[in-house]
């Protein structure tokens, strides 16, 4: 009872209740994945297709930053790991991107898998995370178009509590050289968590990153969203309210039947917790899901009234 009581005032306290539309102007910033990157390119030359320049323009000012997967993670040894190049056929269109829209920012995406053996990804990342930096940091250094941001999804659970310090201790280090996110699911679902940590812990131990709140990423129904969203809240902490962006993907589920105003709704509700991050599943995949209910719309309608606190006007 004590607990839900403390929850409940902490929960208080975080929110103003102002709605999207009522805040002062501040920095609400608004990320993309990308899924597949040749979703985004004119085949034949590789640069940005009409469509989906026509698509980016429009849009560009609620996209502050696009994350296609760059890289992926190879096991030296057992003391050693390293980031490979993970090949890409949008390069010339995210130049292009760049070029025309100053202000948008390009984040290198990558991550590792589950951890199955005593050599895995993130317990030798752990046991040498200065060679794994070195090796990323050589990598956004060379890599043909200018990285802004380091994306990195984690999904391993098998760990002991050395390796998640160790962890931590790596993207800690790393967060002093760039700016970075890291997805995790922030949730009390009964399943073991990434990195076997709270949020919270984490956000502790490596306090410069930003968490990509997953909890909220499987949900597209009009009612399960707020209930996700705070059990994030707990999960992180209302004192590390501004290290959490919150993940959502419309295409990872049934998502044709929210209705524009209840993701208005929605968008409010973030306001109102102000939180000032959204991570969005993804920009291709978004902007194709026009053709069914007109879903790809109304969510890009809903992150132009989240960004500016205006109803577009369509």
């Known amino acids: 009872m004590y607990k839900v009581l403390f929850l409940v005032l902490c929960f208080v306290g975080i929110t103003d209740g102002l709605k999207c539309s009522e805040k002062k102007i501040e920095e609400r910033d608004i990320l993309y994945w990308i899924a597949n990157p040749a979703n985004l390119i004119n085949p034949s030359t590789n640069s940005c297709s009409v ?12 996209i502050n930053s696009i994350g296609p997967y760059l890289w992926k993670t190879d096991v030296i040894n057992s003391t050693a790991a390293q980031v490979v190049y993970n090949p890409d ?9 760049i070029d025309k829209f100053p202000q948008l920012t390009l984040a290198a995406s990558g991550g590792i898998s589950e951890c199955w053996n005593n050599n895995c990804d993130a317990k030798v990342i752990g046991r040498n995370p200065k060679f794994f930096i070195d090796s990323l940091t050589k990598y956004i250094r060379n890599y043909p178009t200018l990285i802004n941001d380091v994306w990195i999804d984690f999904e391993t659970k098998n760990l002991n509590s050395n390796d998640t ?18 997805y995790a699911g922030c949730v009390h679902n009964g399943e073991p968590a990434y990195l076997n940590e709270t949020c919270k812990e984490f956000t502790e131990g490596a306090p410069r990153v930003v968490v990509q709140g997953a909890g909220t990423y499987w949900d597209n129904t009009p009612t399960g969203f707020k209930k996700i969203l705070l059990d994030m809240v707990s999960d992180i902490g209302v004192q590390n309210i501004n290290r959490l962006s919150v993940a959502v993907c419309p295409c990872c589920s049934h998502y044709d039947q929210i209705t524009q105003e209840e993701l208005y709704d929605r968008m409010d509700l973030l306001c109102e917790y102000n939180i000032t991050s959204i991570s969005a599943f993804t920009l291709d995949e978004i902007l194709q899901l026009y053709g069914v209910n007109n879903t790809g719309g109304r969510w890009m309608n809903a992150f132009t009234y989240y960004k500016t606190g205006v109803v577009p006007n369509n």
């Open 51 to 62: 469509e989906f320049l026509a698509n980016f323009s429009k849009y560009q000012h609620i």
């Open 165 to 182: 310090q160790n962890i931590n201790e790596f993207f800690n280090e790393l967060s002093k050289q760039v700016s970075i996110y890291r």
């Open 89 to 97: 056929v949008a390069t010339t269109c995210y130049n292009e991107l």
